[in-house]
């Protein structure tokens, strides 16, 4: 596949080669942010690079929530869905990421710039109901705040971390 920056996946799968196995998970999320999501071509390249089953690879790639083996949005927002989040309205979070993106979870926009998804944890209870778009954390929010911050990461491409909102 031509668009696939090989160079640089060959260098990060160097990097990681020495240590096999245990290099498998750093290595994936790291080509990953390289290449957007884990294509089948990338995955074997990954097993020949690591010395690793195929199998394996895509047994993490399937495990882990934040592996893609599908194209995913320039932009993946994730809106924890667990215990403390729900009881603090996550789902209207949700209802309002469907309502600004105009998809569902699991759905990418037809701009290909958000990719909408529910997580059973994000490992932030205590900033409940919690969002993260890509690294950047938001919480705790309100369904208000969704588009904010969806326009806010949309016109800066990135966005800033936040405590709360």
């Given at each position: 596949?031509?668009?696939?920056?090989?160079?640089?996946?060959?260098?990060?799968?160097?990097?990681?080669?020495?240590?096999?196995?245990?290099?498998?998970?750093p290595c994936l999320e790291e080509v990953q942010s390289i290449t957007g999501w884990l294509s089948?071509?990338?995955?074997?390249?990954?097993?020949?690079?690591l010395?690793?089953?195929?199998?394996?690879v895509f047994g993490v790639i399937t495990f882990y929530g934040l592996l893609y083996d599908r194209p995913v949005g320039r932009?993946?927002?994730?809106?924890?869905?667990?215990?403390?989040?729900?009881?603090?309205?996550?789902?209207?979070?949700?209802?309002?990421?469907?309502?600004?993106?105009?998809v569902e979870p699991g759905e990418?926009?037809?701009?290909?710039?958000?990719?909408?998804?529910?997580?059973?944890?994000l490992g932030r209870c205590e900033?409940?109901?919690?969002?993260?778009v890509n690294e950047l954390e938001f919480g705790p929010i309100t369904p208000q705040d969704v588009p904010r911050i969806l326009e806010e990461v949309r016109k800066s491409g990135a966005g800033q971390e936040e405590e709360g909102v």
């Open positions: 596949m031509s668009d696939i920056p090989w160079e640089q996946v060959d260098a990060v799968i160097a990097r990681w080669a020495p240590r096999g196995r245990a290099g498998l998970l089948p071509e990338v995955s074997r390249r990954i097993a020949e690079g010395k690793v089953p195929l199998a394996d932009f993946v927002v994730r809106v924890c869905d667990d215990v403390s989040c729900f009881i603090n309205g996550s789902r209207e979070i949700v209802d309002a990421c469907r309502s600004y993106l105009g990418t926009t037809p701009d290909g710039l958000f990719t909408l998804e529910t997580h059973p944890c900033r409940a109901p919690f969002m993260m």
